[in-house]
């Protein structure tokens, strides 16, 4: 997510956290948060998880490891992770800063990582219109085209066999820019049209025909008028490249949730069964959430945000063609919502407080309401 974080959020859907959370409290359950141990947990959220046929993880980037909480960082992942996210490592402007230089360090690192404690890794992602290096501005509409068939084969055949999940295709929705289909018009767009989607996941297909190819997607989750216009959009895109024959396994939904924004569980759940219908799995891939505009100390945030993953997780796992859930870090210290920049960009007020562990690595009551809510899950 990036400008259109303010675009997204209309005056109208400000509610206040408390009336946000009535929205889930309707068919929220009550929660038995356990009390915070000092112990880790017997089970980590990727056993509880696989116990249900669930693959659960979340997004690492490596240089937090380098960090004076390294050790404690790297347990998280150890404990509770079956696969995991590039956060940073496989982004076009990390593995080509320059036009002729490629940089494998990071990525290479996390996938060592990943082989040292046996997870899988989603190497996020291929071709996002979003995060490109300055360099690819400057290319004519030729040089855009060679570039992605050269950059997919390229990537993919390096890390086969070593990478089973690819984000091929990440954010091609954007309304804002006013294109037909709602697509956003960044440099692939403007190469190619939306012929850049399909050519994206060919070229994939070409190159790893047994990995899985995922388009991911954001702001699919709100109730209001943006979600609803990101819904139809992507479901109407969905419909013209499985009618192509595009090969693609599975849908992503970032999930990244806000106190402050409302939801209609049940209109997005249905949304799920009509994507799902189309052939597709699903995968909640950024999972988190934002409560920086909430009120209350900290101990009333942090049972909001549980709430909140609990609602969530409790109405999408219904759908049984989710089969990965994977949070966008697990630990406050290292969640995007704490970087300064992200902070002056969407004027958050106070520290986040948007995931399974605190900023000292201590479990929260999130990280309880994801482990019932996979206990509560239908298997699949
Ligand atoms: O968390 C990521 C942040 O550190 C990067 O600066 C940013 C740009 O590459 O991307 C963030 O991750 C985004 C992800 O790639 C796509 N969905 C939204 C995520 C949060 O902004």
Not at 153 to 180: H, L
Not at 217 to 244: H, I, M, P
Not at 345 to 368: E, G, H, T, V
């Amino acid at each position: 997510m990036t400008r259109n974080d303010n675009q997204s959020i209309r005056r109208r859907d400000l509610l206040t956290g408390a009336a946000a959370l009535g929205v889930f409290g309707t068919s929220a359950p009550s929660l038995t948060f356990a009390a915070q141990a000092a112990n880790p947990p017997a089970r980590g959220l990727g056993a509880i998880a696989a116990s249900k046929g669930i693959l659960f993880g979340a997004s690492l980037a490596v240089h937090e490891l380098d960090r004076d909480h390294g050790e404690r960082y790297q347990e998280l992942y150890i404990r509770d992770a079956r696969i995991l996210t590039s956060e940073l490592e496989f982004k076009l402007s990390t593995l080509r800063p320059k036009q002729d230089a490629l940089d494998f360090h990071g990525a290479d690192r996390l996938i060592g990582f990943a082989a040292a404690h046996s997870m899988p890794v989603r190497a996020h992602t291929l071709i996002w219109d979003d995060d490109v290096p300055d360099w690819i501005h400057r290319l004519a509409p030729g040089g855009i085209s060679d570039l992605l068939d050269m950059h997919i084969e390229t990537i993919m055949r390096r890390y086969a066999g070593r990478i089973r999940y690819w984000d091929v295709v990440n954010e091609p929705i954007g309304p804002w820019d006013g294109k037909p289909g709602n697509l956003r018009a960044g440099p692939f767009y403007r190469a190619l049209g939306e012929d850049y989607i399909a050519r994206a996941f060919k070229a994939a297909r070409a190159t790893a025909p047994s990995d899985i190819l995922v388009l991911n997607e954001a702001q699919c989750e709100t109730a209001d008028e943006n979600g609803e216009t990101f819904r139809t959009s992507l479901l109407a895109l969905l419909r013209r490249l499985k009618d192509q024959g595009v090969p693609i396994d599975a849908i992503g939904f970032q999930s990244h949730l806000k106190l402050a924004a409302t939801y209609d569980l049940p209109v997005f759940t249905a949304f799920l069964h009509e994507v799902a219908d189309l052939g597709f799995d699903i995968h909640i891939t950024e999972l988190d959430v934002n409560d920086s505009t909430f009120p209350g100390d900290i101990a009333v945030r942090d049972r909001a945000v549980a709430r909140m993953y609990r609602a969530y997780l409790d109405a999408v796992l219904k759908v049984t063609a989710v089969k990965v859930v994977e949070t966008w870090q697990l630990s406050d210290a290292t969640s995007w919502m704490n970087d300064p920049a992200t902070q002056a960009r969407m004027a958050i007020r106070s520290n986040p407080r948007p995931l399974p562990y605190d900023a000292s690595f201590q479990r929260k009551p999130a990280w309880d309401a994801i482990a019932e809510a996979f206990d509560a899950a239908p298997a699949r």
